[in-house]
């Protein structure tokens, strides 16, 4: 116990690190994801078939496979990412492990919230689009006021597991130099042999609150947005 | 959802503007091929002596005996997650509250925990200096948790899923509570299970390439001495990922036909809502 009790700053700092990467990727996820929903729903046939074979190629590849990718394979071909490290913002710059740990992390999770949103949309029964159609809506009236809203709410739950994923998929990126919760718990191990469990527990707690954290988030907004 | 009930049939000037979306896609996408092609060539990475190792017997062999090490880790964690599933699973639908919490903490608690932390923490407690298991055991175990956890949730939505007409008319017979579960209710459950069953088997075979952080055997795992000899990072990680993408697909192939075989078209039990995607929550 008192092994990270005694360094808690180093616990809160991995933490910081899960949480920073959890946020980026989470929001360029939601982002890039939405795009490839709207293209796997749209007219335009080709459009739905690269975002398809996007989907299944990301979503069959192991995490670790995309670091792979990003941290070893990359360089070889001449993008090591270290541009990212000459932009400063009041001082402070983004490093180019945390840019191309979060490039790895979002390009796996945009496939799973892609589908996340599809489902979401086909959630919404068709007699719904079609009584809309029947009362005279237009295809944006029909959007805007009737798929869209009951879509939004079906989205919320599978949304809600993708992003818990990406909590703990954030930890991947200890195995390529990002001194998260998980490699700092390596590092806790290997100093102190005889606290394993506690340590173990600890850390995980950590995550823990985190997962449920963003789980009661996500309640807490089905609940409002629930029609009676 | 059909497109086609949001919006009227495309007039000449839609086509022609979706026609032109065809055109500029396809160019688009053309491009990135092409700049994708265009740098590995100028990398060097195209020349035969990268890509040569793939079809040396001697590392066939060494990559296929990988694979096998994969397939092994993959399957062997689903069996046990399975039991361990079972046991949470139907202990969280118990009557008995002493029981049920504790089978709801221990289930809560795996899912929760990211399966790189346990794989970490087991290699650390029981393998590491003279521990009982080889690493391929930690890689095992952690994920035995993990989907252990995940397949409880799978078999109490499978329990819950089948008719509550089953039970009451088996329970009118006279029957206990063991038999209940036992003769009508798992039977049944596992035939609406079965497709979750295996694309979990995905989502675990995807997991195993996390042995590479506590070096256990496996496809990740023989990829780092492959490109460390050859310097051939670029093509090594391109067949890996190809021989991870193949067989998963295989296996989500099966899941399909089993589900057609089993449960005709009714959806099976919706694995985003209980924790596929690597993790999640229950509804």
Request: overall charge positive.
């Amino acid at each position: 116990m008192e092994a990270v009790f005694s360094n808690f700053d180093e616990y809160l700092k991995a933490f910081g690190l899960t949480l920073g990467l959890f946020v980026v990727s989470g929001l360029a996820s939601l982002v890039f994801g939405l795009f490839l929903a709207s293209l796997r729903v749209g007219p335009v046939g080709i459009m739905r078939k690269a975002a398809a074979v996007y989907v299944t190629v990301f979503r069959n590849t192991p995490l670790l496979m995309i670091f792979i990718f990003m941290a070893v394979a990359m360089p070889k071909l001449g993008y090591n990412f270290k541009f990212i490290e000459d932009f400063e913002i009041a001082g402070y710059s983004v490093s180019a492990f945390f840019f191309r740990s979060c490039l790895a992390l979002t390009l796996y999770t945009s496939a799973f919230v892609a589908e996340a949103f599809r489902s979401g949309v086909n959630a919404v029964p068709v007699g719904q689009a079609e009584a809309g159609r029947a009362i005279g809506l237009t295809f944006t009236q029909s959007m805007r006021y009737v798929v869209l809203p009951q879509a939004l709410r079906a989205v919320v739950p599978p949304l809600t597991s993708v992003q818990v994923a990406l909590i703990k998929n954030t930890s991947v990126a200890a195995a390529f130099g990002m001194a998260e919760a998980v490699a700092t718990m390596r590092a806790f191990n290997n100093d102190n042999a005889d606290q394993r469990i506690q340590i173990f527990l600890l850390f995980a707690i950590g995550y823990i609150l985190i997962v449920e954290v963003v789980s009661l988030a996500s309640y807490a907004l089905e609940r409002r947005w629930k029609v009676a | 959802m059909a497109g086609s009930i949001l919006f009227d049939a495309p007039g000449p000037k839609t086509i022609a503007r979706h026609r032109l979306y065809t055109v500029l896609t396809v160019l688009v996408l053309a491009a990135l091929v092409g700049f994708a092609v265009w740098r590995l060539e100028d990398t060097g990475q195209l020349v035969y002596d990268k890509w040569e190792v793939f079809w040396t017997p001697a590392y066939v062999e060494v990559i296929g005996e990988a694979l096998l090490n994969t397939l092994k880790m993959a399957f062997g964690a689903i069996l046990l997650a399975i039991v361990f599933g079972l046991v949470f699973g139907i202990g969280k639908l118990s009557e008995h509250a002493l029981i049920r919490w504790p089978s709801w903490l221990v289930v809560e608690f795996f899912r929760a925990v990211p399966v790189l932390l346990l794989m970490i923490f087991i290699f650390y407690w029981l393998s590491i200096g003279g521990g009982p298991l080889s690493p391929l055991w930690c890689v095992i175990a952690a994920l035995m948790l993990y989907n252990g956890a995940v397949l409880a949730e799978v078999f109490r939505a499978g329990v819950n899923a089948v008719p509550r007409g089953q039970a009451e008319a088996a329970y009118a017979l006279g029957m206990r509570k063991s038999q209940v579960m036992l003769s009508v209710q798992l039977p049944q459950a596992v035939k609406i299970m079965l497709p979750s069953l295996i694309s979990q088997c995905v989502v675990a075979l995807k997991d195993t390439s996390l042995g590479f952080y506590i070096v256990a055997p496996g496809l990740t795992a023989v990829a780092r001495p492959i490109y460390q000899q050859f310097a051939n990072q670029v093509p090594t990680a391109i067949v890996i990922t190809a021989i991870y993408i193949t067989v998963n697909l295989l296996l989500t192939a099966l899941a399909t036909w089993v589900q057609h075989r089993l449960i005709g078209e009714k959806n099976p039990i919706d694995l985003s809502r209980v924790g596929n995607m690597d993790g999640g929550r229950a509804v």
